[in-house]
């Protein structure tokens, strides 16, 4: 495990990348500080106006005709990984996992954000690593990991 900082040196030039994570672990954030020129950042809540299930489809097409590296970010990366490798259509080199502690996620919808939304936060954090361990029980080798601290 890294933190931030040290996370920020990591080198991703010419490689496709994806930053995972549950609500508030800092993902967005993240990926603005690394994104550059050579990226195509894609926040896959942007896509959320879609419907849940459409919203993971709609960001993979995008991905599928960007040009450019992309950076996706946000809760829809789990789903995406899943749905690429299953599909054989999105298989990102680099995976940036930002993980908090339930208490430092408690602490921030106590403060910050809307409290009476965490049971579903937990619930979704459930799901998403049922997902991501489908994902990884499906790819033979996986890309490149890296597991970031953000216990602020």
Not at 29 to 36: G, H, R, T, V
Not at 47 to 70: P, Q, R
Not at 92 to 121: A, G, Q
Request: aromatic share 8%; with cysteine; hydrophobic share 35%.
């Amino acid at each position: 495990m890294v933190n931030i900082n040290e996370a920020l040196k990591i080198n991703i030039a010419s490689k496709d990348v994806i930053i995972i994570g549950c609500p508030g672990s800092g993902k967005t954030y993240f990926a603005n500080k690394i994104n550059d020129i050579h990226h195509s950042l894609i926040h896959t809540d942007d896509y959320i106006k879609h419907g849940f299930v459409n919203s993971m489809y709609e960001a993979l097409n995008d991905v599928i005709k960007c040009n450019n590296n992309t950076i996706v970010e946000g809760v829809q990366g789990y789903r995406l990984l899943r749905h690429g490798a299953r599909s054989n259509t999105y298989n990102p080199d680099i995976v940036f996992e930002l993980v908090i502690s339930n208490d430092t996620l408690i602490e921030l919808y106590d403060s910050k954000r809307d409290y009476d939304k965490l049971e579903f936060v937990m619930k979704m954090n459930r799901a998403n690593d049922k997902v991501l361990r489908d994902y990884k029980s499906i790819v033979n080798n996986l890309p490149e990991w890296h597991t970031i601290t953000n216990d602020r």
